[in-house]
Structures are given as structure tokens and as C-alpha cells.
């Protein structure tokens, strides 16, 4: 029976620093703040709203929510943007994507600073995770990953990889954190044909492609490490992920859950790329280091 790599202990491992440097920006009239730019009311981006809140407060980051309708237009948007970017009592942007369809994120990406880019949406931050460039930051679920596999000790040099997924958020920065770690990765999505066939042959299988159950326990290599990325809801209106865990479980060596997985500590990254926007506006400002 697999190991499932729960995110709570990860994340907990990860608190302790987090508050401690949380608490020493405060000592000094710093309070770490993420800034959360949603357009409309998806129950989805209202959950994570609800969610992200609950755990940044844990880690002493506040956090401010700027909501905006839904017929917002572009350069109404664009303005209000560039307004919070530049609040210095924010220290870190997430922006709720995809945007709805008459809006491009593409005039957003580009103006955000690089320090406040809590997501790694700017091309800055992009072109420096592809680059290996120390101090960008990656997207905070890829980055969530790699935490993970490597506090339950899955190694990666020398291994085969499969990610299921193609996207900037996901899954292209992390087919290159993993080929850094000397990794040989696959990256696939749902029209490769021989799908079943790759997967079987992988040690590391990350599904990423927003569908319910696509990795069954048949397509799975014996002893495989298996995260679960995906975020749906089944037919009878249960959370659950890309993977079918029941099955999977069978065969792998080690499968994270949905709920309780990647989730946990992708929000743990998020409050440290929080902290060093903010650390790193300090030290702008003071020219010296806090801790």
C-alpha cells in the first residue's frame, strides 16, 4: 500500500521560519501583506479566497482582497492594477486566473514587479526559472512539488518523470525544476496519444490537467511516486483530483491525497514568496538586511 504524502506536515515544517520572519518584519512596523485581485464571484475563486485568508493569518500575513465586477473593463482594470502594484503597503499580488473573457492578463503580467509577483506570472520571473536565474519566483504549485517530494525523500536524479500538463502555471516550470534536479522528464497532456504507456513507464507521475481520474491504478508503475495536482468536482459534486487514488494506491510507492495534499503547501509557498516581497522592500528602503 502507497505512502500518501499528506501537505500538512509540509507545510508545518515550513511555519515555524515563516512566522519567525513574519513576526520580525512586524517588530519592525512591517506587516507582511498579500494583495488578492479577483474579478467576479467564481465559487471556486471564492473558496480559495476563503481558504488562502484562513492560512495566511496562521503565518502572520494579512491579507487584502480586492474585488472588482465582473464587467469590469480593460483599462479600468489595467489602472486599478497598477494603483495596488504600486500600494507599498502590499508586499505580494495574486491575481485570479483565467480572467473572464473580454479581460487580458497579458498588460498585468507585464507591469507587475518581479518581487511582488507572488505567482510567477511576470515574464521576469518566468524567463529566470527557465534560466535557473537564483531568486525568481516560480509559480507556487511547482515550486509546492518539489517541497513535497523531497520531505518524503522521493530522490530525482537519474529518474523518469511524467507530468500530465503543458501550462506556465504548472506544468513547463516544473519539467525544468526537475530536469535541474537531474530528472529525465516527459511533459504530456491529455491528446498525447500513448498517455497510458508513458505513465507506466514513469518513477515520477505529476498530474496536472484539470480532469477527474484520468490517472487510473493501471496506467502506474510499481513503486511510482504519484501528486495529484488537480483540482475537480466529481458527478456526485465530491472534490477529488486528476488522480483515481483508490486504485492507484494498489501500485504506487507513494501518492498525495485530494483534499489534503499539494494544497497545504502551495499556500506555505505562497506566504514565504509573500515574506520575501516584503524583505526585500524593506531592505530597499533601509539598505541594510532584517534578519
Known amino acids: 500500500m502507497a505512502l ?19 513576526d520580525a ?34 503565518m502572520h500575513i494579512e491579507m487584502k482582497v480586492f474585488p472588482f465586477p465582473l464587467n469590469i473593463g480593460q483599462k479600468e482594470l489595467e489602472a486599478k492594477f497598477a ?29 507587475i514587479d ?6 510567477g506570472m511576470s515574464p521576469v520571473n518566468i524567463a529566470g526559472v527557465f534560466a535557473g536565474k537564483p531568486g525568481s519566483f516560480a509559480p507556487c504549485t511547482p515550486e509546492a512539488v ?7 525523500g522521493i530522490p530525482f536524479s537519474g529518474k523518469q518523470a511524467v507530468i500530465i500538463g503543458r501550462s506556465l502555471v504548472v506544468g513547463k516550470p516544473l519539467a525544468v525544476m526537475m530536469t535541474r534536479r537531474d530528472a529525465t522528464v516527459t511533459v504530456c497532456h491529455t491528446k498525447t496519444e500513448n498517455l497510458a504507456e508513458l505513465v507506466r513507464s514513469a518513477d515520477i507521475v505529476v498530474a496536472a490537467a484539470g480532469r477527474a481520474h484520468l490517472v487510473t491504478g493501471n496506467m502506474v508503475k510499481d513503486g511510482a511516486s504519484v501528486v495529484d495536482v488537480g483540482i475537480n468536482v466529481d458527478a456526485d459534486g465530491k472534490v477529488c483530483g486528476d488522480v ?3 486504485s492507484v494506491k494498489t501500485k504506487a510507492g507513494a501518492v498525495t491525497p485530494v483534499p489534503g495534499g499539494i494544497g497545504a503547501v502551495t499556500s506555505a509557498v505562497m506566504a514565504e514568496h509573500v515574506l520575501l516581497g516584503a524583505e526585500h522592500m524593506y531592505f530597499e528602503k533601509c539598505g541594510r538586511e532584517i534578519l
Open 146 to 152: 518539489m517541497k513535497t517530494l523531497d520531505y518524503y
Open 4 to 22: 500518501i504524502m499528506k501537505g500538512a506536515p509540509v507545510s508545518e515544517s515550513m511555519r515555524g521560519d515563516i512566522i519567525k520572519r513574519a
Open 83 to 111: 494603483k495596488i502594484s504600486e500600494d507599498a503597503s502590499v508586499h505580494s499580488i495574486l491575481l485570479f486566473r483565467p480572467l473572464p473573457s473580454h479581460l487580458d492578463d497579458t498588460p498585468l503580467r507585464e507591469r
Open 25 to 58: 518584519l512586524n517588530e519592525k512596523g512591517v506587516r507582511p501583506c498579500l494583495g488578492i485581485i479577483r474579478v467576479g464571484e467564481r465559487p471556486d475563486d471564492l473558496s480559495y479566497e476563503r481558504a488562502a485568508a484562513k492560512r495566511m493569518a496562521v
Open 114 to 119: 518581479p518581487f511582488k509577483d507572488t505567482d
Open 244 to 246: 483515481d487514488t483508490e
